[in-house]
């Protein structure tokens, strides 16, 4: 089996390929990244040699490009992570979430349709395995008060440029599925943490502002609420949905592990204090900024489903996972 996985030199896509190569090792890998600001290739360089594993540097929304790699490798499955994905990012450039996140995704299921497809309802032979897996985010569906769950059919309610492209991405591959008959899962995950994500990103940005000695920025009053799920959960769901997931349908993957950001803040500060420790508190370097615009002010996922259904369960709570992540992020700043 050949897959194309997008966007696999970024946080999760790059862990992925890696959890990927490990467990299945006859299967193919190809690449497919445009290496923005997200995107790493030192990401995947305990696998760059494997034999199994080829990088393409490109971008989805060149059709051109994408057929032609259907054309060679002949892919039997495609798992999509390829996305912009930082929200004040689309705040700043919203076309770019547009173009990427619909045009893009547009672009690699209408071009799989048609590689592995004769007509609607009708499957090429030997293509009635292939899928096209479509990862998104419960940023889709909006926000949350102080109780309940997102669960998979919890209205769209998007509040950024970001979740708006995401949900249109989700509503492309579900028409290609009720239009088509085509073979697609989507799942929808809560907030990701571990190696390799983004320094950007609100835990590396804690736990490099505290080991550099320089504030840590929090937003607004620190109240914000995140159902934080290690990658390597994240990466086992998608895995098992991928394989065993009913077609058409959505799984969403998240890891009970409900915090604010002034608690995530804490904690690390908290754990820095005895892996790193300095004269005083990690903790007196947390300070407030301006809240931004439409920020949601709670997520938080029901994961019921997979769980039944495709026997998923997380592996790590947020001490555990945030230790491991911490320890790596040390070696990575102080290195």
């Not at 292939?130 to 998104?136: D, M, T």
């Not at 029901?302 to 947020?318: Q, T, Y």
């Amino acid at each position: 089996m050949t897959l194309l996985v997008t966007g696999g030199a970024g946080f999760i896509g790059s862990n992925f390929i890696g959890y990927y190569l490990k467990h299945y090792p006859l299967v193919k890998i190809v690449n497919l990244d445009k290496l923005t600001y997200a995107g790493n290739l030192s990401n995947l360089e305990d696998v760059e040699k494997h034999p199994n594993y080829t990088f393409i540097k490109g971008d989805i929304c060149n059709r051109k490009l994408v057929e032609e790699l259907f054309e060679k490798y002949n892919f039997q499955g495609v798992i999509h992570f390829a996305a912009e994905s930082h929200v004040d990012n689309s705040i700043e450039k919203p076309d770019e979430f547009i173009n990427t996140n619909v045009l893009g995704t547009f672009n690699l299921i209408d071009v799989a349709k048609n590689h592995w497809m004769n007509n609607p309802y009708e499957v090429k032979k030997g293509c009635e395995n292939n899928r096209f897996h479509h990862i998104s985010t419960d940023e889709v569906y909006g926000t949350l008060g102080e109780t309940g769950l997102f669960t998979e059919k919890t209205p769209y309610a998007p509040n950024s440029p970001y979740s708006a492209s995401k949900a249109s991405s989700d509503f492309i591959v579900r028409s290609y599925f009720h239009t088509y008959g085509m073979n697609v899962v989507t799942t929808n995950c809560s907030n990701n943490y571990g190696p390799k994500q983004h320094n950007e990103k609100l835990i590396p940005t804690i736990i490099r502002k505290a080991i550099q000695g320089k504030d840590i920025p929090i937003y607004g009053e620190g109240k914000n609420i995140r159902d934080w799920l290690y990658v390597l959960d994240h990466c086992r769901g998608i895995d098992l949905a991928f394989k065993k997931g009913c077609a058409g349908e959505t799984y969403n993957i998240g890891g009970k592990n409900e915090k604010d950001n002034l608690y995530i803040a804490r904690t690390i500060c908290e754990k820095l204090d005895v892996l790193f420790p300095k004269d005083i508190s990690y903790k007196e370097q947390i300070t407030f900024v301006k809240d931004r615009p439409g920020h949601d002010f709670r997520y938080a996922i029901d994961a019921s489903k997979i769980e039944k259904e495709l026997g998923w369960k997380a592996e790590e709570n947020f001490e555990t996972g945030i230790e491991k992540t911490i320890n790596w992020y040390l070696i990575k700043y102080k290195g």
